[in-house]
């Protein structure tokens, strides 16, 4: 025997009546109707009560008991307790029909009856989904030939607010797989009637509906999409490109979810504006090259492609376009003069966001899936992209500005936002230089729903008039002088648009030592606080937090520093600060001395340098001979100029380097060669030009009246860069050669002549050993290499 808890078995009420009244203990204002049966069995009696409160029934409350031989034994329902309900209502039936129409975008006009039930509904509480309150509702359902008349709507009878919804149909809505074109396997909702499932929903807020144009332009001319067990297959709808109408259902379906789970925002308006999508759209290649926002029927659109364009039913296709529906009915920009570049560049910027939120792939990039004749159609990131189908321009009023269509004109509006969420350096297109600090995606996006849903943009006409509505949307996010304010700010006037406001900086040294060092953060904006974080071979010795830090080396090495201002909305990292911890490393080549030997005497003068590009981390060198030599001129710069006295002592000799900066010096590199007692001249000499060289370096061997050179000598020819790494090798004959260098990336290189052989010689001036010493010298020589 089961009963409510609380009711003993030895207690179990001998009616209906006495249930009310001594377990229930209904108030003078509750009563329950019974509603007849029939009984099938004689010896069993069951029971149903309608609840009502003042007359009127209570939505889905009553009870119902269960007698076998004329003894209850069975009791269950559910009793609604009302207190003081004002249970008159002061809305009209009239009234509750138009709110309830509205609230669904059904036109009055469109109405050809209606069912208005006055009842007492549950309505759950907002901060809870576990606790209901009893509301006066009317019960309304509409008579219309309407696309989202699909549902039974709760109406407040005393303040006209549709409390919820409930669908029409039992059994209506249905979860399908989609086998998309362009996201692979999905799940969507779909609606199971005329028995098929449909690419329609209605679980929503707003009712989303994907239809098949089948070619034509019309929209009265729309058929379903429609699939028979609701596993859309690729095997069914790839080959007439229905599967695009998949990849648009979806992408609604998550652009919807977005911005109402996370913004609160329900469909374009922010008010339950119905979400119709057609496939298939257009009869010419331009047509069918495209996707729309119609402005007039309010529609999405998007074509089957034809030249330049695949089926455009992408993730960022579809987001672009559902963006234009938001700046239509959200902010009532018309499609005209600049303000068609303002529909585009917040399209894109709509497209930017949801695909990094939904489907992350490219998110600068436009059309990356949907393109054919080159890789994307426009690039946020890099507005003049080569690769992009469209270029746009970054800069207001530039020259590329001025003379640019709505599209090229979008990009200022686009741009700004990718700097905002990126930050970036560098001079814009009419010579403005400009610092950002990236926000990061989830504060742009916080920035872009509080100025488009909250009326900033409204009636804007101008660049100008947008950005100082973004300012003042940042500043009610944020408050004045902001963080987010100055980015907005310095955003703008990165694209050229305002003049240049103040701006945080970074600064402190290249190098960190033992003995410490301080950063400091400039100009901090109000409310916010700093976070130190370092690279390897640094301690911080300062509180976290401090302004300046200071930092020590433990160690060294390359290392860097960096700064995050932490505020109530968000942290936002500035770049880090490359710095040197400690002293330097050792340098690890030195460019080769002849093999050979060095030659005694003041007449032959050598020079070493160092192979490696010249180091940040070094602020000179210092260079060291022994036993020592004459230095000629400076030992601190990247090469050393040398010689012998004739009276040296021939021997094993040796050239050393070291790397010095601020924190002190590193160990020497040494290399050795040969001091030798020879009485050479400089009889071979190499003259190369142009020097620097773009793409041709000319090379000349020349010598003195000591030999004559052999047309016939081969000389052997080697290019390194100066890692040391062979870029180009090669052999010629005579004293002339010319090498292709327009294949070698912008740097220095040094040149090596390996086997200089075979020249002729004049026995008079010229012993064996000297002739020999010449024909087995390597010489090196060394260009410079530009763009």
Known sequence: MEFPDGIQASKVPSSSEAFFTDFLQISVNDEFRRIPRKEKKEEFLHEHFDQYYKGIKVDDAGYNF???????????????????????????????????????????????????????????????DSVFLPKLAYR?????????????????AHTCEVLLTEPVLAGYSATGTFDTRYSGSRQGITQNYSGAFHLADSTRGAIIHTWNLNGSTSILDRIELSDNNNNWTSAEHSASENDMGLDVHWALQQIYDRLNNIHGINSFDDNGFAIDAHIHYGTSNNDRDNAFWN???????????????RPVASIDAVAHEFGHGISDLQMGWPYTGDRAAFH????????AILEQRIRPSSTWRIGEQVTIDKPYLRNIENTNDLNAKMPISDTYL????????????????????????NGGSGTNGIGNTYTVYGMSMDIAENLIIEAVFNGYLNNVTSYPTIRTSMVNAATALCGANSLLVWQVENAWYAVGVGTQPAQVTFSGPSFVCSSGASFTINNPPPGITIEWTKGPYLTRTSAQGSNPCTFSSIGSGSSWVRATLVTDFGSVPLPQKAVWAGTPTSPTAIALLPDDGVCRGPAYYYQVGLLHPYPSYVSSWYWDLQPPGVIIGSRTGSSLKFYYPAGTTPGRYSVGVKAVNPCGDSSYHIEYFDVIDCDRQEIVSFNIYPNPVRDVLNIEITANDAVEINPEAITELRIYDTFLSLKKQLTFSGSTVSVNTGDLPQGVYLIQFVTVEDFLWHADTMDAKQAEAIKQRVFWSKFDKIL
């Not at 209850?72 to 009239?94: I, Q, R, S, W």
């Not at 309304?140 to 407040?156: R, T």
């Not at 585009?344 to 497209?351: P, R």
């Open 140 to 156: 309304v359902y509409i008579y219309a030939d309407y696309d989202n008349n699909i549902e039974i709507g709760f109406v407040d």
């Open 398 to 421: 530039s020259a590329q500005y001025n003379s640019g269509d709505n599209y090229v004109r979008s990009g200022v509006l686009s741009h700004w936002f990718y700097l905002l969420v």
């Open 295 to 309: 402005l007039v029927d309010n529609v999405l659109l998007f074509g089957d492609g034809a030249v330049a364009f």
């Open 66 to 128: 269960h007698y076998k031989n004329g003894k209850m034994f069975y009791a269950h329902g559910h009793y609604v307790k009302v207190n003081d309900l004002n249970a008159t209502p002061t809305v009209t039936p009239e009234k509750a029909k138009d709110c309830f129409a509205i609230y669904k975008s059904i036109p009055l006009d469109s109405i050809a009856d209606f069912i208005a039930e006055l009842v007492i509904k549950e309505v759950p509480v907002k901060e809870s």
């Open 344 to 351: 585009e560049g917040m399209s894109d910027i709509w497209a």
